[in-house]
């Protein structure tokens, strides 16, 4: 069965910084576009960044560029997000998600992890 | 990078279908067919629906279906179950690592 656990949420003050990680299990990570989308409280899905499976090409939204960095360990099946300068509209439910390469297919995703930036 | 639009709400009864559009523009939705479709419950996580337009993965029933004109993709929901009632967004490839995401449809089974 495939699987997808992110971890790493929690509450964090403007300004600050976190690391969130996504652990895979059923497929081979190594062969895989990775996501991370947000949901922000009330509002829509927001795609935030994805990565290649070779993990040296990534891409990231307007609004998150130069502030998080998406990586992935491929021998431990594992995705990341360093999040940096948190700001409250950060605030949100950060998804991980299989996909998210040309064909814009992002499948399956884990049920988020909570980050509230607020003081 | 702005949202694709799509309606706030859609309403309809058990055994009806109905409509979500999701408007892009002629540099995502119209001239890309990677276009995709998501269910959310709240509190859990999001379930794909459709792929490339009007793909039906494994295991979704084929009362959803995918349709795109210009630059407007549309899913269907045929024969309203009240299992159905969600949020629904719509997702398009916008460029080399760009995506967009609609900014999502809930669904209410009256």
């Known amino acids: 069965e495939v699987q997808v656990v992110e971890s790493g949420g929690g509450l964090v003050q403007p300004g600050g910084s976190l690391r969130l990680s996504c652990e895979v299990s059923?497929?081979?990570?190594?062969?895989?576009?990775m996501s991370w989308v947000r949901q922000i409280p009330g509002k829509g899905l927001e795609w935030v960044a994805n990565?290649?499976?070779?993990?040296?090409?990534?891409g990231y939204a307007d609004s998150v560029k130069d502030r998080f960095t998406i990586s992935r360990d491929n021998a431990k099946n594992s995705l990341y997000l360093q999040i940096k300068s948190l700001r409250a509209e950060d605030t949100a439910v950060y998804h991980c998600?299989?996909?998210?390469?040309?064909?814009?297919?992002?499948?399956?995703w884990g049920q988020g992890t909570l980050v509230i930036v607020s003081s | 990078q702005s949202a694709l639009t799509q309606p706030r709400s859609v309403s309809g009864s058990p055994g009806q279908s109905v409509t979500i559009s999701c408007t892009g523009t002629?540099?995502?939705?119209?001239?890309?067919?990677?276009v995709s479709w998501y269910q959310h419950h709240p509190g859990k996580a999001p379930k794909l629906m459709i792929y490339d337009v009007n793909k039906r993965p494994s295991g979704v029933p084929d009362r959803f279906s995918g349709s795109k004109s210009g630059n407007t993709a549309s899913l269907t929901i045929s024969g309203l179950q009240a299992e159905d009632e969600a949020d629904y967004y719509c997702?398009?490839?916008?460029?080399?690592?760009?995506?967009?995401f609609g900014g999502g449809t809930k669904l209410t089974v009256l």
């Open positions: 990565i290649k499976p070779d993990g040296i090409e990534r």
């Open positions: 002629s540099s995502d939705v119209g001239i890309y067919n990677y």
């Open positions: 998600a299989r996909g998210g390469g040309p064909a814009a297919i992002f499948d399956p």
């Open positions: 997702c398009s490839y916008a460029g080399i690592y760009t995506r967009i």
């Open positions: 059923g497929f081979t990570f190594s062969d895989y576009w």
